[in-house]
């Protein structure tokens, strides 16, 4: 069965700081790895996806990677903003669409 | 183009009763994907409709149910509930299904049973 972890659990920057969040899976067999935010009370919004294939995508300021043989990855942030602030959360794309999510990483910062 | 839409966006309801939520797709879309999230459970897969057939299933009881109509829209029903059920349940649209197209997410509809 497929488990997703992330660290850390919480974050607390102050603004301008470059960070890294990390995520890790059990089973290697994956169609892709997807990195999302979710403010309070939203839905989430859709930042990277990384096919199995790849090595790591960018977007803006954001940078995710990906080591399917070691069961990880990571988001890199850079020059972090207080409009960054959110829970990021890392899933992997098993069969179809259906994806298994970690618990997420609450982001502030701190202006 | 207009995002996903889910109603409604929140519901109060009793033990033992039924309700149907509802998500519209991103135009063009014909994968359907719901989500049940939790603060103790987090982010758990229900299941997937594409082109009106189930296509993947998660780890629920038979009283969740879901369909998907010809035009893509989706509605799953929940039975019985139980106290266990309040939740936020989110819907995601896809254009295919297995393809590595992202999903798009919905707001969700916020579900308390009382």
């Known amino acids: 069965k497929q488990e997703v972890t992330q660290i850390p659990a919480a974050l607390s920057v102050p603004e301008g700081e470059n960070l890294v969040l990390n995520c890790s899976f059990t089973d290697s067999a994956i169609y892709n790895l997807q990195w999302f935010r979710q403010d309070p009370g939203k839905g989430l919004t859709s930042l990277l996806l990384i096919q199995s294939s790849q090595r790591e995508q960018t977007s803006g300021r954001l940078n995710a990677s990906l080591d399917k043989s070691s069961g990880r990855s990571t988001l890199y942030i850079a020059a972090s903003q207080p409009g960054d602030s959110a829970t990021y959360l890392c899933?992997?794309?098993?069969?179809?669409?259906?994806?298994?999510f970690g618990a997420g990483t609450i982001l502030r910062v701190k202006s | 183009k207009a995002g996903v839409t889910q109603t409604p966006r929140y519901l109060i309801k009793t033990r033992g009763q039924q309700v149907t939520l509802s998500c519209s797709p991103i135009s063009g879309h014909r994968s359907v994907s719901w989500y049940q999230q939790t603060p103790g459970q987090g982010l758990q897969f229900l299941f997937e409709?594409?082109?009106?057939?189930?296509?993947n299933k998660g780890n629920f009881p038979g009283r969740f149910s879901g369909r998907q109509f010809s035009n893509s829209r989706s509605e799953m029903n929940v039975s019985t509930l139980e106290l266990g059920d309040s939740a936020l349940y989110l819907c995601a649209s896809s254009y295919g299904t297995g393809n590595n197209q992202p999903q798009h997410f919905g707001d969700g509809t916020r579900l308390s049973i009382l």
């Open positions: 899933a992997v794309n098993e069969y179809g669409n259906k994806l298994v």
């Open positions: 409709y594409f082109s009106e057939t189930q296509r």
